[in-house]
């Protein structure tokens, strides 16, 4: 048996459908029920984050921070030192994002233990599941998508187009499904395809040092990066009523 096909088996071996479909239902009912969503990710991850942690050693950067493992938790978490950078930088902005919702990023943390792994993961794979949990509110400021479920869901988009992981791809799928039904008005397919454009486009936001680059401008780090203004998602975001604009 070939090489590659003994990890097509062993990953879906490690497919639990029935959880997601639970954690799914959970979700669907409860969107702020964000302890589900990790559930999902989890049940349906199979081998993606061993996948991306061989993209991210294969490149320079990528293979400086599997080395470092740097922590971005403390920084992000300290308010006071935020507050400090200028106004228009990425911490800032991150700054204002989090504390107009009262949310932090240990709240991620404590949300992502309720999906207790199946295994245990390497160290490598350990620290990039982990940053990719932490950086997530990050990459709501560096895209310009709020928490509501529109926002979200474009978010996930891009996320699955940077690290694919099945779960996510089954969250936008059915996400994409009951928005149709709520708000039909909205054209759902083409703000989650801005999302996934963008994130196929970017700069694969693993491989950035975010600790060394909170100080820096926003819209000078989007332009680097390669982050386009997400058009449509704030076309259709204007047209929902308020009752339709939950967070997550």
């Not at 308010?79 to 911490?91: H, I, K, N, T, V």
């Amino acid at each position: 048996m070939s090489n590659s096909l003994t990890i097509r088996i062993n990953d879906l071996r490690q497919i639990r459908p029935l959880q997601a479909w639970r954690s799914m239902r959970a979700l669907m009912a409860n969107p702020e029920s964000t302890g589900e969503v990790f559930k999902i990710i989890e049940a349906l991850k199979g081998n993606a984050i061993f996948q991306a942690v061989q993209r991210l050693r294969d490149d320079p950067r990528g293979s400086v921070l599997l080395r470092d493992k740097p922590d971005i938790l403390p920084l992000l978490n300290d308010r006071e030192a935020l507050r400090a950078l200028p106004r228009d930088s990425l911490g800032q902005a991150y700054l204002r994002f989090v504390e107009a919702r009262d949310i932090s990023a240990d709240g991620l943390v404590a949300a992502s233990e309720e999906a207790p792994r199946e295994r245990e993961l390497d160290p490598d794979s350990r620290w990039l599941a982990n940053r990719l949990r932490d950086i997530h509110d990050l990459q709501h400021v560096m895209c310009g998508y709020g928490p509501d479920e529109l926002g979200e869901l474009c978010l996930l988009a891009f996320m699955h187009a940077q690290t694919p992981n099945r779960g996510i791809g089954f969250i936008i799928y059915m996400g994409s499904r009951q928005f149709r039904r709520e708000a039909p008005h909205i054209d759902i397919d083409s703000c989650v395809a801005e999302g996934r454009h963008t994130g196929e486009t970017a700069t694969w936001f693993a491989t950035q040092a975010w600790e060394q680059r909170l100080g820096e401008p926003l819209e000078a780090l989007r332009g680097e990066l390669r982050v386009q203004p997400p058009t449509r998602y704030r076309e259709a975001l204007a047209t929902l009523a308020p009752e339709q604009l939950a967070t997550g």
